[in-house]
């Protein structure tokens, strides 16, 4: 399961996607909407995609850790849109037979994901919004 | 020839347009590109970091554009 | 959230007790029944535990895990009793304002878990039972 | 005195009971329960560890007992 939605994640089908028999070890990364930036409040986050490119690279993501861990399954959900604080933004699941490897790669996974995935985040405080990383 | 270019995030804004129509001399590279609309937009300029995708893979600097790629402008990402 | 229980442990529940709107990150894992050890079929997995120390035990490891990294939130629910392929045995959810914490901390808490927690495990094989780790 | 100890895993297939009632002299510790019992039930000896908890904590070799202790026999534990 790779997608972006613009609907809530639903966190528990997400790991239902990466069960299986051989798996003894399941780890998932959930991003959620912090309230505050830099101890600054934030009222609501804004995630824009480019949808078909950012399926494709998550795609490879997943096919780059599947490679390098022995992975069972891998699924990432990245949602996009209007989200208030607490909701997820990305929910990444990943099963593995042993632990070690369930944590590696859902980290690896995460820290690719925000690098490489063609997605954007504009944070929306009570004085204005901000693209975030845009400007040094 | 003139190429469609997706714009996101804060390129968007700078630009203001999801989808921009843009001239460039024929075989034109991603170097060229993003130079012509540096010039015709400074905004750009001062983005920590700008990339250009084409058939929605990342492009390296010397690659070619054709009027039929789909080309986007890509800001810093900031997912998850 | 920390519990030993004997019903099927609720993922969804495990991980919304940890939800706070500081955190930025919830990191889970879920330990799941293999089908095999060593490559050897199991059928199926007992676990027995002696449930006032285990409580106790648990958290106490949240308690360490709190005290080393900048937790918002920590939930961990063990399962006892017959379980079969594919059920979680453990859920363990941390949530932190920023993602590498939450890698951390519930690594921590999973491997010391493993250590100190009193819960035991017998592997039930077509040709017999074996109570893990017990003998060299 | 005569403790109580609760077993747990394979330590209760070996004594074959989930409670012990156990005669030691007054004042014993950790470490003269561990060695009587080995010794009444030489298969404790081949476990990978044995553990004594007193009152939901580990308890050090040197601790001493007493009759009104909460005693558990902990064999190596194997959760997640």
Same mark, same amino acid.
């Given at each position: ?28 990364? @959930?991003?959620?909407?912090?309230? %505050? ?33 022995? +992975?069972?399954?891998?699924? +990432? ?6 989200? %208030? ?33 063609? @997605? ?17 | 020839?003139?190429?469609? =270019? #997706? ?6 804004? =700078? =630009? ?22 540096? #010039? ?18 990342? #492009? ?21």
């Amino acid at each position: 399961m790779i997608a972006i939605t613009e609907e809530p994640i639903n966190t528990q089908a997400v790991i239902d996607a990466v069960q299986a028999d051989g798996a003894g070890a399941i780890n998932v990364f @959930i991003g959620t909407v912090r309230n %505050q930036t830099q101890a600054k409040p934030v009222i609501q986050l804004d995630f824009e995609a480019y949808d078909s490119m950012a399926v494709k690279k998550m795609q490879e993501i997943a096919d780059q850790a599947t490679a390098r861990w022995p +992975i069972q399954k891998v699924a +990432i959900v990245h949602r996009k849109g209007a989200l %208030q604080i607490g909701e997820a933004a990305v929910v990444i699941a990943v099963s593995t037979p042993h632990r070690k490897a369930s944590f590696e790669a859902c980290e690896f996974i995460i820290d690719t994901l925000k690098q490489v995935v063609p @997605i954007w985040k504009k944070e929306k405080f009570e004085d204005g919004d901000v693209w975030v990383a845009a400007h040094p | 020839m003139q190429v469609k =270019i #997706a714009l996101f995030g804060i390129t968007k804004e =700078i =630009i203001g347009a999801s989808k921009l129509n843009y001239q460039l001399s024929e075989k034109a590279d991603v170097n060229q590109l993003l130079s012509s609309l540096k #010039a015709d937009y400074p905004a750009l300029q001062k983005l920590t970091s700008l990339m250009i995708a084409v058939n929605d893979d990342y #492009a390296t600097p010397e690659q070619t554009l054709s009027a039929h790629d789909e080309i986007a402008l890509i800001p810093p990402v900031c997912g998850g």
